[in-house]
Structures are given as structure tokens and as C-alpha cells.
């Protein structure tokens, strides 16, 4: 019962939403004892030749009166019941959501995505059992076993009830027992859920990868693997549910030989009679849901638990990006100033990824990050964006500390374009419109002008319309990445952070983008990261990252005749540049 004590705060929260479920409950069993009561009545009647038209007229009319009663008692406990089964639901998803929306990035790298749609699905569907299923199985079996009982000894034979019921505690032991059992096993069975729900996710994604090296058959024997192992352990779960039927049966049968046997004795010897003989087994019929819901009972309420220990496991876990509530409410502007002595990520505190690394970005000055791969270049983004606060050093934008600003403040000033942009399943016009729900669609014409994607547009069959697909999966490398520059540049940032997202375009491309955005971003800061340094050369101040260092900085001319490291990898891609334009001219 502990999953009833730990949802006691929705329970509280929904009393009267309850109150009147279980009321409900209440007159609907309490009126399902007249129909029994009545045909014993009735029998007795017959069985001593006192059954008269009127007498039958009445009977008739209280069974109906007591049907059409306890159809409206019925409509209220299940309205009531289910209703807030369904509302515990919702209010558990919003806040499961809403907790997904807020964690950082560490949280993402310890749980994968397959697990954390299985504890949003799986989870909160067991969970909302309990708050239904649950509740009702709870509260039926207590009041209509009670009721039941009563009135069979009330109005049949107390020695015959009390003789009759002698197999139910067995009930007890054998619920207590299969329930702990189902527990351990239904954690196992969740825990398979996620691994193969998780599964089905990264190989849909992965699905243009997976194809072009040929792995197909590879990854369906893989899932079909994980499925066996899932199959296996969930047939265990069944297993331990299936004894509870056969085991309630046995109980239910046993009361039944019984009541005949003992019954039909006292029927014999004129203590009970032949109408209370049938109403008893009558009542003894109303006692198989209540055993059968204690067996449903504590394989809901297992389940429930499980789920709900994992969900809340979920909830508990704090995000390390606080969110300064009463801080700076007004959008920073200004000299950025990246002073970071030292940062290591979370997952290995001991390897510092940045040291030492101090940049000062005056307002509407472009910086540029180049560095060979695993440089730190997109770590120094990481910190400006907040993705993590644990660092030493500080980082400040318009003379604030970048933590003194709320959330909501802060990050809708920054333009951020990573290498690999997510797109969502829409439209190309509602992709970009997703960073300014209210953008016009003159707005929208003229992002896709400075991202280079406006000839591209034009030659889709649907224009701004078509539909990018699953994660962009109709779309080239190039347009995904310009896409996601017109979603940027649609907000008109005063900061914004292009993260190696130039990488896929063409150099002609690259050029035309890099002339709107020196045109039309006067004033406004710019950082870009790049690996081709034609995509920096032309900022004010370049710096070159090596193992989290700064080891070159400059403008392009100043690195150019330092003649290290920025000018052997210049020489380099210029003189590749050249090659591949021979080998296509010839």
C-alpha cells in the first residue's frame, strides 16, 4: 500500500473529487444487495404458494427502480474516479515535461532518450492505474466484500457466512507473496521496456546511416535480440499474473461445495430457508470481484510503485543551471568578456577542457575560434550560453555576470547556430518561425536572404512550405545548416554564435553569408567557429585553441605573419582550394 501513501498528496489535493467517486461506489454496492435479497424473496414466495400479481408487480418495480439507481451511482463513481486517474496523469506529464525542459546537458548525457520516453509512456500509464484501477480495486473490494458479508448474515445465516468464508484468508498470503515477486519482476520488465524503446529510437534516427553502411540486417538481428530479451523477462511478469486467477477460482470454488453442503443441511432442518438458500449464493457470486480485485490490487499497486519510484528518481534529480529568478530582468548588451581560469566537464572533473582562456569582445566586434578538432572551441560556446556554470572564472555580458541574469532575459538575445541543427517535422516557414512564433512572412523572405537558402526555397516544390521531414532527413547537410541560420538571424540577435556552421556549404556560399551578415549585423556582436578559416579571416580578432589554450590571437594579417600555426593551415586550405578548382575546371 506505500504507493497510496506517496501519491497522498494528489489524493489530498482531489478529496472531493473522491469523496463523491467512493460515495458513489458506496450506494452502487449498497443497492446491489436488493436484487438478491428480492429473488430469494421471490422464490419463497412461489416455493410456499403465496406469489400474487401485485406482489410480483412490486418486486418487479423495486428491482427496476434499484437497476436505474444504481446505473446513476455507477455514473457518478466512474466519472469521478476515472476523471482523476486522468487528471493525476496530466499533472504528472506537464510536470515531467516541464522537468525535461529545464535540465542541463549532464542530465541528457546520463539518460538516453529511448529511457525517457518509456518513463513519459509506460510509467505514468502504470501510475495512473493506481489513481483508477487502483482506487477502485482498493475501495470496491473493502465495501462490497463488506456490505456483502454483512448481509448474508443479516439476511441468510451468520454460521453459513462465517463457514463459507474460511478459504478467503488464504487470499492474503497468496496476494502477499506473488505481489513482492511481481514487483522485482515488473522493475525488470520497465527496465527491458526502456532499453528496447530506446533502441527502436537511435535506429530511426540512424536510419541514413545505417543504410549507407549497409548495416540493415545487422540492426534488425540486434532488435530482434533485444526483443527475445524482453518477451522473456515480460513472460516472467505474466507468469506470476496468471496464478492469481486460477489461484481466486480455486478459493471461489471451494466457498461454493461448502455453501451447498452446509447450506443444504440447514435448509433441511428448517433453519434457513430455500430463498435464503439462493440468496446466499447469490451474495457468494457478488464475493468473486472482491477476491478477484485484491489479486488486480497488488498487481496494480506493484507496478504503480515501480513506476512511480522511477519517475520520481527523475523529478529528484536537480539541474546545476540555476536560474536566477530575481536577477537582471533586462536583455544584456554590450562588452562580452570571457575570463574562465579553468573548466572541466562534470563526468570528468579531473581533465580540465578550457585553461586560461580570456577573451574580451567589444559590442558589434566579430571574434573568431579556430583550432584543430577536440580544441575547445565549442566548450567556450557551451559556457556563453549557460550549458554549464561550473567553472572557475567568470563570464560577463554588459558589465553583468551572465548568472545575475534571469533565463528568460538572457538567452533570447543569443542567436546560436551548432554544426548539427536539429529540425523539427515541419515546414521550412515554421523551422524558422519556431525562434519567433509571430515573424511575418516578409520577416521570414528575408532571413532566408542572409542565410543563402533563398534559391534553394525557390526550387522546392512548396516553397517555404515543404516539409523538411523527420530531423530535416529531406534536406542536404547545407540547407539544414543554412535553415538554421535564417532561424537565428530571424530574431535579430545582439548576439550571435555560429559553431562550425558553415561547414557544409559550398565556398561561394559561405562568402554570400558571410556578406549579409557583415551588412546587416552592423553594430551587433558576432563569434564564429570554424575549421575552414575563410570563414574567419575577415573578424576583428581571431583566436587559435589547442588542448583548451589560446596559442595564437590576432586579426588575420597579425596571425598571417606570425607565420604559425593560422598561417600553415591558411597556406593549406588555400592551396587545397586551388587543387579541387583545377581538377573541376579541367
Known amino acids: 500500500m506505500g504507493i497510496f501513501k506517496k ?16 460515495l458513489g461506489l458506496l450506494l452502487t454496492v449498497v443497492i446491489g444487495i436488493i436484487p438478491a435479497r428480492l429473488i430469494g424473496n421471490l422464490i419463497d414466495l412461489i416455493h410456499n404458494k403465496q406469489l400474487t400479481s401485485s406482489r410480483l408487480v412490486f418486486l418487479l418495480a423495486l428491482l427496476l427502480g434499484a437497476t436505474i439507481f444504481q446505473y446513476v451511482a455507477r455514473y457518478i463513481w466512474r466519472t469521478a474516479i476515472w476523471g482523476g486517474a486522468a487528471k493525476l496523469e496530466r499533472v504528472l506529464r506537464t510536470r515531467l515535461f516541464s522537468h525535461f525542459m529545464n535540465m ?43 456490505t456483502t458479508l454483512i448481509a448474508m448474515m443479516m439476511f441468510v445465516d451468520w454460521r453459513l457466512t462465517l463457514i463459507a468464508i474460511i478459504p478467503f484468508p488464504l487470499l492474503a498470503v497468496m496476494a502477499r507473496y506473488l505481489g513482492m515477486k511481481i514487483h522485482i519482476a515488473f522493475g525488470d520488465s520497465q527496465a527491458a521496456f526502456s532499453k528496447l524503446n530506446n533502441k527502436a529510437q537511435e535506429s530511426i534516427s540512424g536510419i541514413k546511416v545505417i543504410k549507407s553502411l549497409g548495416q540493415e540486417s545487422e540492426d534488425v538481428t540486434d532488435f530482434n535480440q533485444q526483443i527475445d530479451k524482453t518477451i522473456e523477462i515480460n513472460r516472467r511478469v505474466n507468469r506470476l499474473d496468471a496464478m492469481f486467477d486460477p489461484v481466486t477460482t480455486l478459493i471461489i470454488s471451494i466457498s461454493y461445495v461448502i455453501t451447498i453442503v452446509y447450506g443444504g443441511i440447514l435448509v433441511t432442518n428448517g433453519t434457513i430457508t430455500i430463498g435464503n438458500l439462493v440468496s446466499f449464493i447469490a451474495y457468494l457470486s457478488r464475493m468473486i470481484w472482491p477476491i478477484f480485485a485484491v489479486g488486480m490490487l497488488f498487481n496494480t499497486l506493484e507496478r504503480g510503485n515501480a513506476s512511480y519510484d522511477r ?158 521531414g523527420e530531423e530535416g532527413i529531406s534536406m542536404s547537410g547545407g540547407q539544414r545548416q543554412r535553415l538554421a541560420i535564417a532561424r537565428a538571424l530571424i530574431i535579430d540577435p545582439e548576439l550571435l554564435i555560429l559553431d562550425d556552421a558553415l561547414s557544409a556549404v559550398d565556398a561561394e556560399t559561405e562568402s554570400e553569408i558571410l556578406q549579409h551578415l557583415h551588412e546587416e549585423r552592423s553594430g551587433k556582436t558576432t563569434i564564429i567557429a570554424a575549421h575552414r578559416l575563410s570563414s574567419v579571416m575577415d573578424a576583428d580578432e581571431i583566436v587559435v585553441m589547442e588542448n583548451g589554450q589560446i596559442i595564437e590571437r590576432g586579426n588575420h594579417a597579425q596571425l598571417m605573419k606570425k607565420r604559425g600555426w593560422y598561417h600553415e593551415m591558411f597556406e593549406r586550405q588555400e592551396l587545397q582550394t586551388k587543387v579541387e578548382g583545377g581538377s573541376t575546371n579541367g
Not at 7 to 22: C, M, N, V
Not at 371 to 398: C, N, P, W
Open 311 to 468: 519517475v520520481m528518481s527523475l523529478l529528484g534529480e536537480k539541474t546545476a543551471i540555476l536560474d536566477a529568478k530575481d536577477g537582471i530582468s533586462t536583455p544584456p548588451s554590450g562588452e562580452l568578456k570571457f575570463d574562465i581560469d579553468k573548466f572541466s566537464y562534470p563526468d570528468n572533473r579531473e581533465e580540465p577542457v578550457l585553461k586560461n582562456v580570456h577573451l574580451d569582445i567589444k559590442a558589434g566586434k566579430t571574434l573568431g575560434i579556430v583550432g584543430k578538432v577536440g580544441a575547445s572551441k565549442s566548450t567556450i560556446m557551451e559556457l556563453i550560453l549557460r550549458q554549464f556554470d561550473q567553472y572557475e572564472g567568470s563570464i560577463s555580458y554588459g558589465g553583468h555576470n551572465i548568472k545575475d541574469y534571469q533565463l528568460d532575459a538572457y538567452l533570447p538575445v543569443i542567436g546560436y547556430v551548432p554544426q548539427n541543427s536539429f529540425m523539427f517535422s515541419e515546414s521550412i516557414r515554421n523551422n524558422i518561425r519556431f525562434a519567433l512564433p509571430e515573424a511575418t512572412d516578409e520577416q521570414v523572405e528575408a532571413a532566408i536572404v542572409k542565410s543563402g537558402l533563398k534559391n534553394q526555397v525557390d526550387k522546392f516544390p512548396n516553397g517555404l512550405d515543404t516539409n523538411v
Open 104 to 146: 542541463d546537458r549532464p542530465f541528457y548525457n546520463r539518460h538516453r532518450t529511448g529511457d525517457l520516453m518509456a518513463h513519459a509512456t509506460n510509467d505514468l500509464s502504470a501510475i495512473q492505474r493506481v489513481a483508477g484501477g487502483g482506487i477502485l480495486q482498493f475501495a470496491d473490494s473493502i465495501i462490497t466484500g463488506g
Open 7 to 22: 501519491l497522498s498528496w494528489y489524493f489530498k489535493q482531489e478529496k472531493i473529487t473522491y469523496f463523491r467517486g467512493l
